[in-house]
């Protein structure tokens, strides 16, 4: 029996000793961790209930006052008022090309060279008109010297002055017509030199060696652009439109060149609306630093003149999710309500703004993605 007392004592003191070590919670780190929160979704989708709230700062919308911005895409094209056309007056053959498409050329500069019949008759009926002047001047002095002695009348006189005033208009009108053509009245040639009107770049060339010409009624061999200043032509859908307005300035940013930004100028707002796509034309005038290529895609975002007051938040407190921008905000009861927003211009100190959605002075969570990953476990 005393043995039996001795054992059944042994066995209390072991049972005593187990259950003291499981009451002793020190150095567990899952019972040091906080309470996980929980989170209960209401009938509202957009709707999250919490247990602990106060895990989730929460910071306040401020004022940010900043002009509106209409960002458009466009294109970019010669200006039109510094854009010349090469016009070959003199019909005939093409014996020579000096240029091509995209070079650069001078003002003076020889482009090409036209063999033409026009040119080889303006020079004859040039030369029998200097003949025929020379003769009526000659004709003009006999007459005066005659009449001073009396030998003929003062008709016929008058007669030799009419002849010899129509022979000089023979000779300015003949020589205007080869100037026209682009002949020199010094070097009789059946050859006209074409040269370049302005200083610029070739933006169209329609002519090739050997081609023919019919003068005015062919296309002009060249087109030469001043490329110095040029338009951008941006198409804004007509509920966009009261945003452009003539003067106002656009930032443009180039496809090719990201971090490059000119500044333009709208010069024009197209009346007309595409009938199809529902936009007009918007043109931008700006100086080209030589970056500027026709045909370019550019982006310009239009600046406003008044000023609008906007919410501006932490970058953080504005989910992205499913392309749409989102905030959370307290509704009380330990709950956040989904609220989507219309984001701005990121701005400096991590701060980023809200056109809509949100107003000054509402309350957000800091940081809306740690609550969406505390919603979706």
């Known amino acids: 029996m005393r043995s039996l007392r001795i054992e059944a004592g042994a066995v209390l003191f ?55 911005q209409l960002v458009a895409t466009g294109t970019i094209s010669p200006d039109v008022s510094r854009t010349v056309p090469v016009v070959s007056l003199a019909a005939g053959r093409v014996v020579e090309i000096r240029a091509r498409l995209g070079d650069t050329v001078k003002k003076g500069q020889l482009l090409l060279r036209v063999q033409s019949a026009d040119i080889s008759g303006a020079f004859s009926d040039y030369r029998k008109a200097v003949a025929d002047e020379q003769l009526a ?16 009348s003062l008709n016929d006189l008058q007669v030799s002055q009419d002849a010899e005033e129509k022979a000089k208009v023979d000779v300015e009108n003949t020589t205007e017509r080869l100037r026209v053509l682009g002949g020199d009245i010094n070097h009789p040639a059946a050859i006209v030199d074409i040269v370049a009107p302005v200083s610029g770049v070739i933006t169209d060339q329609q ?21 110095s200043n040029v338009w951008i032509l941006c198409d804004v859908y007509e509920n966009d439109l009261p945003n452009a307005h003539v003067g106002e300035t656009a930032d443009i940013r180039l496809t090719a060149y990201p971090d490059k930004i000119l500044i333009g100028r709208i010069s024009n707002v197209g009346p007309v ?63 956040f309500r989904r609220v989507e927003v219309v984001s701005g211009n990121v701005l400096p100190n991590g701060m980023q703004e809200v056109v809509s959605g949100i107003k000054p002075g509402q309350s957000v969570v800091t940081n809306a993605l740690v609550l969406q990953n505390t919603v979706e476990e």
């Open 207 to 227: 002519v090739t060696a050997a081609a023919g010409t019919q003068g005015l009624s062919s296309p002009n061999p060249f087109t030469i652009s001043d490329l």
């Open 14 to 68: 072991v049972l005593a000793a187990l259950l003291g070590g499981c009451g002793d919670t020190k150095g567990d780190p899952k019972a040091e961790a906080p309470p996980r929160t929980k989170v209960e979704h209401e009938d509202d989708a957009n709707i999250v209930q919490t247990e602990h709230p106060e895990q989730f700062p929460l910071a306040t919308a401020v004022e940010h006052a900043s002009a509106s």
């Open 137 to 152: 001047r000659t004709q003009l002095d006999r007459s005066k010297l005659l009449y001073d002695k009396g030998a003929i």
């Open 273 to 335: 609306l595409d009938p199809s796509l529902r936009t007009a034309k918007v043109r931008i005038e700006v100086h080209n630093p030589g970056l500027l290529r026709i045909g370019m895609f550019v982006t310009a975002t239009f600046h406003a003149q008044k000023k609008e007051t906007y919410a501006a938040v932490p970058s953080s407190a504005i989910l992205h999710l499913h392309d749409r921008d989102w905030v959370y905000v307290p509704v009380g009861d330990k709950k």
